[in-house]
């Protein structure tokens, strides 16, 4: 019981205990949606689509804790590991606002089936065609992720990065590489990659 006190207070192990909700939480509660359109029965729908909002928006915890304990799985992570969980890095921050859309689309639709009663069913469809998308983006974030701390998932050579050593890059150097670049065995800390070259 310590231990999970203790870890509850690094937010990376706080990113890995919740950062299934947006997935499978989340599919769980389509299959819901899906499964209430195809009786159609209100009560049902209207409880999918608060299931859906609650789970897509949990997206955003899950973001905020990745975000914390980068730096210290970053360093931590061996070149590899480290490539996938910048590039991780890089799809959440580019996808996270299709949950924050499916949370919202979520709230607004079940606020006009509760006004206008006829209105529900295209919410709910709306709400079906984001949550699906969210999945998606979901999808592909979670599996970058999974591959950061586990080389057993890593096929193939792992992601470029393409804005690394954008600084050093000219006409007559593309590679980016600094003229005082020396071999080193620690990792330069994110954000920090021109204080020095290892």
Not at 32 to 47: C, D, E, M, P, Q
Request: some cysteine; glycine content about 10%; proline content about 7%.
């Amino acid at each position: 019981m310590n231990g999970f006190l203790a870890g509850l207070k690094q937010p990376e192990y706080v990113h890995v205990l919740i950062n299934h909700l947006p997935i499978t939480g989340l599919f769980a509660a389509m299959l819901g949606l899906v499964g209430s359109l195809l009786i159609r029965k209100r009560a049902a729908v209207f409880l999918s689509m608060i299931l859906v909002g609650l789970f897509a928006i949990s997206a955003w915890p899950v973001y905020v804790y990745g975000e914390k304990g980068f730096d210290r799985v970053y360093a931590m992570s061996d070149d590899d590991g480290a490539a996938y969980l910048k590039h991780h890095k890089k799809l959440a921050e580019e996808w996270i606002w299709v949950f924050y859309v499916t949370a919202a689309a979520s709230a607004v639709g079940i606020a006009a089936g509760l006004k206008w009663p006829r209105s529900i069913w295209i919410s709910a469809v709306i709400v079906l065609l984001l949550t699906i998308g969210s999945l998606v983006a979901g999808g592909f974030i979670a599996d970058f992720g999974g591959k950061v701390r586990h080389p057993e998932f890593q096929k193939g050579p792992p992601p470029k990065d393409p804005d690394e050593n954008a600084f050093f890059k000219t006409p007559w150097n593309p590679v980016g590489q600094s003229a005082f670049s020396f071999p080193c065995a620690r990792k330069n800390p994110p954000g920090k990659e021109f204080l020095q070259s290892c």
